[in-house]
């Protein structure tokens, strides 16, 4: 089975461009997550999507990031306009919830440069 | 979600079991407990979870004392390819709004 899929592996851009990444969740699966990793910060939960619907998007940094997912098999994470410090590796994750247990699975990444 | 307490690093032997502690004193009755580990470069991989029982999959095995307030992932077998850092993570069973959220973890290094 394919796991998450996440484009592109790597982008490097500069200052003030719009930088688009996506996901592609698991088949099947119901939630898809968000998060940020960096040396300073660890891995922070950006947001979260429960059957394509927002549920907790507090971990979002600020209005220069968005998120939407327009159907159960893709989602996209926008920053508009992306600075230095959004240099990170940003994985989307997903799963489906079976009684009280919600394993998550995660992608590979998206490495992000900003000069 | 209650918070979890790790080492910051352990060392293990190569073929030896490998042998990580974690407390999560302020856990509470519905509350899961997860371990991921993330292989540098890469996602994070599930690796197991319980919540009362011990419990044991192809990868590790899971203690959990009786009161709850710590746990104890263990790999039987450790290999070089275990170097990784382990997450122990505490959440709240409630299904799809179930989200983890992850700590510091520890630094598993496996030597040679």
């Known amino acids: 089975d394919a796991g998450v899929i996440q484009s592109p592996r790597h982008e490097v851009t500069e200052m003030g461009q719009e930088v688009t990444l996506r996901c592609k969740p698991i088949?099947?699966?119901?939630?898809l997550f968000w998060y940020r990793q960096t040396m300073m910060r660890g891995l922070e939960l950006l947001i979260y999507?429960?059957?394509?619907?927002?549920?907790?998007d507090s971990g979002m940094p600020e209005d220069r990031f968005s998120a939407k997912m327009p159907n159960a098999s893709f989602s996209t994470l926008k920053i508009q306009p992306s600075e230095p410090r959004d240099s990170a590796v940003y994985f989307c994750a997903s799963s489906r919830a079976r009684g009280l247990v919600n394993t998550i699975y995660f992608g590979e990444g998206s490495w992000l440069t900003v000069v | 979600d209650a918070k979890t307490t790790q080492p910051t690093s352990m060392d293990c032997a190569e073929g030896r079991a490998a042998n990580l502690p974690c407390n999560h004193s302020?856990?509470?009755?519905?509350?899961?407990v997860y371990w991921y580990r993330q292989i540098h470069s890469q996602g994070p991989q599930y690796i197991i979870h319980?919540?009362?029982?011990?419990e044991t999959n192809e990868m590790a095995s899971l203690i959990i004392t009786e009161d709850r307030k710590s746990s104890t992932l263990i790999l039987p077998h450790a290999t070089l390819r275990d170097t990784a850092v382990y997450y122990c993570?505490?959440?709240w069973g409630g299904g799809a709004t179930n989200k983890l959220i992850f700590g510091t973890g520890t630094l598993l290094a496996v030597q040679p």
């Open positions: 302020t856990i509470s009755g519905n509350e899961y």
């Open positions: 088949s099947g699966h119901n939630s």
């Open positions: 993570i505490v959440s």
């Open positions: 999507f429960n059957n394509n619907v927002p549920i907790d």
């Open positions: 319980g919540l009362k029982n011990n």
